[in-house]
């Protein structure tokens, strides 16, 4: 069974300050693919990044980073010198081989970045 | 806009009435998804469709709800005789394969009455 588990529910932050946002997943299958998506207030989800069960390099684009560790199931998500503009609802989200045509959810983070 | 689009993006009814929402995807997406999202929670899987096929679909969709995707391009979903309880945001999303990320319309938000 697919299961994400975001255990932040909200965030607020000063602008400028960097912000983790935790994840923690399940899954039985070897193979799955783990995501984040930024969800504003205008409602539409936005891809962000996507990472492969076997690739565990963590890396850095843009304000964006993430940490991948297997050993925890984790899949943590970081905004570096956050902006205004940052203020939204982040989820995680995970797809395994044995679901693949099934995106399974957190319960999402709300980020509010402060001027 | 080469997006995915919904329309209505809101729609209010009243109790027992039949509600339907379309969704135009991506063109060249062969994969279509519906989700539902309700107040404070990730969005939850429907159903899905691989061109004109609907291969999977949620135990949350009830047999009051159907979905139809005609000539594998456009999606329709359809709520009968809609109750309190279906009030939410329901997203469309497509992709082009299995282990892509899927690219989200900006959803249609139901009331019901």
């Known amino acids: 069974a697919q299961k994400v588990t975001q255990a932040q529910t909200e965030i607020s932050v000063v602008e400028k300050e960097d912000v983790t946002l935790d994840c923690v997943y399940e899954?039985?299958?070897?193979?799955?693919?783990l995501f984040w998506y930024k969800q504003p207030p205008s409602g539409e989800l936005v891809f962000l990044i996507r990472r492969n069960s076997f690739d565990e390099q963590n890396e850095i684009s843009g304000r964006y980073s993430w940490n991948f560790q297997k050993s925890t199931s984790s899949f943590n998500f970081t905004i570096t010198a956050s902006q205004v503009v940052d203020s939204a609802v982040y989820f995680c989200?995970?797809?395994?081989?044995?679901?693949?045509?099934?995106?399974?959810f957190g319960a999402g983070t709300t980020v509010t970045v402060r001027a | 806009d080469t997006g995915v689009s919904q329309n209505p993006r809101h729609k209010i009814t009243k109790r027992g009435q039949n509600v339907t929402f379309r969704c135009d995807p991506i063109s060249e997406h062969n994969r279509l998804y519906w989700y539902r999202q309700t107040l404070g929670q990730g969005p939850e899987f429907l159903t899905y469709?691989?061109?004109?096929?609907?291969?999977?679909k949620s135990r949350l969709l009830s047999d009051r709800f159907s979905a139809e995707r005609p000539k594998g391009s456009f999606s329709t979903l359809e709520i009968q005789r809609t109750e309190q309880g279906d009030s939410a945001m329901y997203l469309c999303?497509?992709?082009?394969?299995?282990?892509?990320?899927?690219?989200f319309g900006e959803g249609s938000r139901l009331t019901v009455l």
């Open positions: 989200a995970l797809r395994d081989r044995s679901n693949d045509y099934k995106l399974s």
């Open positions: 999303a497509s992709s082009t394969g299995g282990t892509g990320e899927l690219f």
């Open positions: 899954t039985r299958d070897t193979t799955y693919y």
């Open positions: 469709f691989q061109n004109e096929a609907q291969l999977e």
